[in-house]
């Protein structure tokens, strides 16, 4: 700010710089940060007293718990498969590669109702994969398994998006070395390759374990919404906005978004060690 | 690298031909192709072919009798509405802020990148209940909008609302980078030549950035017509009313009507693959725009 020719120099030359930032930050603060703080302030008129019965009740801690535990599962599940669905897409090939390749990204693009919708009967009593894991004594649908399926779909695509991109970058040179030297496939990819994927792993990891923590519309039809065994958080925050305890919601969803907060805040720090990291490799 | 869901378009390699010293034996690289396939299979194949076989399982004639009813038809013209609003508005932000923040320099530029991701981070149950926190009958502006007889939650404008904070990200994150890494000496150099504001923007950037925000808005639009949780929160499941296709989805599937509730589906479905189609086909354009400015 001390020094104007900064500001005068190049704000003269490429004109706009006042009406898009300011339309910007107008725009950001009607849609996103004022009706965020709407829910810190709410919160805050409940008494403490309030606020702890709501957050730390029974079926809310149950409800933390299921979310955090089948969201980490799903997103368990989708590295290991993430990084091997990358690996397939950059090093081989295969017939249907490309349609593949575009298919990953169909849980994003396919809203969650139709997910919803599809996986329940799917993996319902009557369903194509319900029926054949029946005799089996295994029922999907409608119990916490299925609430783990449905968040394993919609993290699908987290890792294989953030892993691809690193695959593709990576030196045939520094695995020829680790070859060179000795080093067996495995431990090339255990030792070498591994390690130089961590921070997209870690970022992938979180992206999607920050999405299933929130997710409602592919697990509203899975689950059976039964207070204490299938009803995740913001399940929980629905039926409270349904009986109008707009209270409790607000409570539940402010402890939600600051977990959310948290977490943009673990990929950020991950994605500036990377980048630090990075840059001392090179120097 | 980057840490969006929507990644800005990356180039896919050929698998070249590796010495043998760094690729797996075949056996291994069957094996890996094997768990690949099966799992995209398992879950991405199997839920699409899945729609289809339910929506048209009682033939044709009742599948088309579904999406001819007028209620689905209600669904259908509010989601556009909501989507017809939302995405030409959170382009125009897109569009300015990656203008402030890819050509000026100024303070809490990265803060500012990370609040334009906020959105994305938040549950969209929550997204529905702070619209219902500043608009609601118990809100902030309650009272007022009641008094002046405008309704906002349970309404479509609610609807609009809920629909513009989920997607509102979409295209800003991904022309930000896009924008950034083309700098603006290119923009520079047509105002010196005498360019105005706007045909520098409209003949030196728009060019460089179209398959980029093309990619964006096709992103932002399968958002703005598949939401449901921040719809669901701020609608009044009015039928015919306050309906929109995912809404009009689940109320069908509730009523047992599953054969109907998956012909409706299946138009989402659709837009889906047309939305995978297109971003596949935006991203090799943008290749070809790259590679072309590389070798030139």
Known sequence: ?283 | MTTSIALAPSLQHEAAPRRASTAEPPGVRRLLIGVALAFIILFLVLPLLFVFVEAFGKGAGYYFQALSDPVTWAAIKLTLIAAGISVPLNCVFGLCAAWAIAKFEFRGKSLLITLIDLPFSVSPVIAGLLYVLVFGAQGWLGPWLDAHDIKIIFAVPGIVLATIFVTFPFVARELIPLMQAQGKSEEEAARVLGASGWQTFTRVTLPNIKWGLLYGVILCNARAMGEFGAVSVVSGHIRGQTNTIPLHVEILYNDYDFTGAFAVASLLTFLALITLGLKTWAERQNEILHGREQTA
């Open chain 1, 1 to 283: 700010m001390k020094n104007p020719a900064r500001f005068t120099g190049q704000a003269r030359v490429l004109p706009g710089f006042r009406l898009t930032l300011g339309f910007t930050l107008l725009y950001l603060s009607l849609i996103v940060l004022i009706p965020l703080s709407a829910a810190f302030i709410s919160a805050a008129s409940l008494t403490w007293g309030e606020f702890w019965s709501d957050v730390a009740s029974r079926q809310a801690v149950a409800s933390y718990e299921l979310s955090f535990g089948a969201s980490f599962g799903a997103a368990l599940v989708n590295l290991v498969f993430g990084v091997i669905v990358a690996w397939v897409l950059v090093r081989y090939r295969f017939f249907g590669k490309r349609v593949v390749d575009a298919l990953v990204d169909l849980p994003f693009a396919l809203p969650t109702a139709v997910a919803g919708i599809t996986l329940a009967t799917i993996y319902g009593p009557t369903g194509w994969i319900g029926e054949a894991v029946a005799p089996l004594g295994l029922k999907i649908s409608y119990t916490q398994l299925g609430i783990f399926v449905a968040l394993t779909f919609i993290g699908l695509p987290f890792i294989v998006r953030t892993v691809q991109p690193v695959l593709e970058d990576l030196d045939p040179e520094i695995e020829e070395a680790a070859a060179s030297l000795g080093a067996n496939r495995w431990q090339t990819f255990w030792r070498v390759i591994l390690p130089m994927l961590a921070p997209a792993l870690l970022t992938g990891f979180t992206l999607a374990f920050a999405r299933a923590l929130g997710e409602y519309g592919s697990v509203v039809f899975i689950s059976s919404n039964i207070p204490m065994k299938t009803q995740i958080t913001p399940l929980l925050i629905m039926t409270k906005l349904e009986e109008f305890d707009y209270g409790g919601a607000t409570a539940l969803a402010v402890v939600m978004l600051v977990v959310s907060f948290l977490l943009l805040l673990a990929i950020n720090l991950i994605q500036w060690w990377a980048s630090r990291h990075h840059r001392t490799e090179l120097a």
